[in-house]
């Protein structure tokens, strides 16, 4: 059983299109995350749900869209896409309030054509 | 300035040795937690291994073990029995208990492994 997934694994669209990224876990989890990886593999926090409240909002363009309808889900729009865009987008998810691991899906790759 | 530096150009090493990844960071936080990933070439972040600030020993699981030295700051992965399978990315991350709800994963730039049969 996948602990963390996401959907889709590959995203390929054209600039100034909109897009979603869907991301579930089955792990009992409160707290999940969204990082984004760039092209020198730097990875970055964007935000951070915890029981579907925003809890991190990292300085990310206002075209990104977070959205948590229940504990186990958290989706990611991105409106009128960049081609500063293009990345690996992951979803992660963690217990709430201790500092035990954050498990990670296995990433969608964003390309913006 | 950075929390979670790793300096080691790519690193290559012989099937079947050990090998040492390099991760110094910096916090004021008392308590915070280190953290290292692996990401093969498929892209996927694996989870490896967790020291606590607090923790007295040094983690170890299977072939990996964590050198946390706390007064120097540095969380080196040390790898044993090198696997071709091990060559990869390998992420240090570090989380601070202070920030509390807000309390995220800073990840180092990574180090490229390379494992030589």
Same mark, same amino acid.
Request: net charge neutral.
């Given at each position: 059983?996948?602990?963390?997934?996401?959907?889709?694994?590959?995203?390929?669209?054209?600039?100034?299109?909109?897009?979603?990224?869907?991301?579930?876990?089955?792990?009992?989890?409160?707290?999940?995350?969204?990082?984004?990886?760039?092209?020198?593999?730097?990875?970055?926090?964007?935000?951070?749900?915890?029981?579907?409240?925003?809890?991190?909002?990292?300085?990310?363009?206002?075209?990104?869209?977070?959205?948590?309808?229940?504990?186990?889900?958290?989706?990611?729009?991105?409106?009128?896409?960049?081609?500063?865009?293009?990345?690996?987008?992951?979803?992660?998810?963690?217990?709430?309030?201790?500092?035990?691991?954050?498990?990670?899906?296995?990433?969608?790759?964003?390309?913006?054509? | 300035?950075?929390?979670?530096?790793?300096?080691?150009?790519?690193?290559?090493?012989?099937?079947?040795?050990?090998?040492?990844?390099?991760?110094?960071?910096?916090?004021?936080?008392?308590? *915070?937690? @280190?953290?290292?990933? %692996?990401?093969?070439? =498929?892209?996927?972040?694996?989870?490896?291994?967790? #020291?606590?600030?607090?923790?007295?020993?040094?983690?170890?699981?299977?072939? *990996?073990? @964590?050198?946390?030295? %706390?007064?120097?700051? =540095?969380?080196?992965?040390?790898?044993?029995?090198? #696997?071709?399978?091990?060559?990869?990315?390998?992420?240090?991350?570090?989380?601070?208990? @202070?920030?509390?709800?807000?309390?995220?994963?800073?990840?180092?730039?990574?180090?490229?492994?390379?494992?030589?049969?």
């Amino acid at each position: 059983d996948t602990a963390v997934s996401q959907t889709p694994k590959y995203l390929v669209t054209q600039m100034g299109n909109d897009k979603s990224i869907k991301c579930e876990q089955n792990l009992g989890h409160d707290t999940m995350y969204w990082y984004k990886q760039d092209s020198k593999k730097f990875l970055k926090i964007m935000f951070s749900y915890n029981n579907k409240e925003l809890i991190i909002n990292e300085t990310v363009p206002n075209r990104f869209s977070p959205k948590s309808p229940d504990k186990a889900h958290l989706n990611l729009h991105i409106n009128s896409l960049e081609l500063g865009d293009s990345a690996v987008y992951f979803c992660a998810s963690s217990p709430q309030g201790d500092l035990r691991p954050q498990h990670f899906g296995d990433g969608t790759r964003l390309s913006i054509l | 300035a950075q929390k979670i530096t790793q300096t080691q150009p790519g690193m290559f090493v012989q099937e079947k040795e050990a090998v040492t990844l390099d991760c110094t960071y910096d916090t004021s936080d008392p308590s *915070y937690g @280190l953290f290292w990933y %692996k990401q093969p070439s =498929s892209g996927e972040m694996i989870f490896l291994i967790y #020291q606590g600030s607090y923790d007295q020993q040094n983690a170890t699981e299977g072939r *990996y073990s @964590l050198n946390f030295q %706390k007064a120097r700051k =540095s969380a080196n992965l040390v790898i044993s029995a090198s #696997q071709l399978g091990d060559s990869a990315m390998y992420f240090c991350a570090m989380r601070e208990a @202070l920030t509390g709800a807000n309390s995220k994963l800073t990840f180092g730039k990574g180090i490229t492994l390379s494992v030589r049969p």
